[in-house]
């Protein structure tokens, strides 16, 4: 991404808008698509390729009722955006936009989680049901815009409901999230996204219902130091988590962590009692997460 402070994110079903916000929750700039839309359900930002300027894909996928054979991506250049924006937050449409229509080869689908890997240079959608996950990939290279792209199934893997996903700028993690829950795969050197998926993950918390009532957003830091999460809703709250176990963390957001420590957040080394005090009915189910540092971002 251009700015490691800006967080990118959207509404659900038809509307055809996309949100910057700063890592302090503060609404930057929306920015319009101009295409109609059926179901957006997530969105990546990825590196551009020789200095180029990140790409943005959004991802047209969802359908609770009887799935869909088609989905569509949308792509564009990521925008520009200023932090000091948010004292009047930019209302633009998003230029240069690409749409790409893909089908699935075997059936119709509901899907939610869109995860880019610039890596290998492909492009994974998951499927949301009560069973497994279904695996899809096309490669980014062969994506013919205004034609019709055939998905590749990549196999399964034992996760329902599954709300979102996203992968780290470095490659190297993989997250994949429902309402309730969350599990991150650290890959392998060259390790192609299935594989990863389908070996076993460490699970690691996420608010859950009341706090995040229906929990379909989650991002890393640019670093892989932590990462955020969001609900769908009015006005949600936005969540950070930091892995402390992370031995090296860029200056830049030590910076802005400890900013956030002195005001801007609430801090608990315990995700139990936050949700406790603060949610009550809330749970959280500590596995192997205990060196996670949680923050709940505060309106300025």
């Known amino acids: 991404m251009r700015d490691p402070r800006v967080l990118w994110t959207h509404n659900d079903l038809t509307d055809a808008r996309v949100f910057a916000l700063g890592t302090n929750g503060l609404l930057l700039a929306t920015f319009s698509l101009n295409y109609p839309i059926e179901d957006l359900e997530d969105l990546a930002v990825v590196p551009g390729n020789g200095g180029s300027a990140p790409m943005m894909y959004l991802g047209d996928l969802g359908n609770n009722f009887g799935g869909r054979e088609t989905v569509r991506i949308l792509r564009a250049v990521e925008p520009i955006v200023d932090l000091a924006w948010s004292s009047a937050p930019r209302v633009s449409s998003l230029s240069g936009v690409e749409l790409f229509t893909l089908r699935y080869p075997d059936g119709r689908f509901n899907a939610e989680p869109l995860i880019v890997d610039h890596l290998s240079g492909r492009l ?53 999230r429902s309402a309730t829950k969350a599990t991150l795969w650290n890959r392998n050197a060259g390790e192609p996204v299935p594989d990863a998926l389908r070996r076993t993950g460490l699970s690691i918390p996420v608010v859950g219902p009341p706090g995040e009532p229906n929990g379909e957003g989650i991002t890393f830091t640019h670093w892989n130091t932590g990462y955020f999460t969001i609900s769908e809703g009015s006005q949600p709250p936005l969540y950070f988590f930091q892995n402390t176990a992370a031995v090296q963390i860029a200056k830049e957001e030590a910076t802005i962590v400890v900013r956030y420590i002195q005001g801007k957040l609430e801090e608990s080394l315990d995700l139990r009692t936050w949700l406790e ?15 996670m540092r949680y923050y709940r971002v505060l309106p300025q």
């Open 124 to 176: 994974f959608i998951l499927t949301k049901s009560s069973g497994n996950a279904r695996i899809y990939s096309v490669e980014l290279p062969a994506l013919t815009p205004g034609g019709t792209n055939l998905l590749r199934f990549e196999g399964e893997i034992a996760f329902p409901q599954l709300t979102a996903g996203t992968i780290s700028a470095d490659g190297k993690s993989v997250v994949l």
């Open 277 to 291: 005090v603060h949610a009550a009915g809330g749970e959280y189910r500590p596995a192997g997460n205990d060196l």
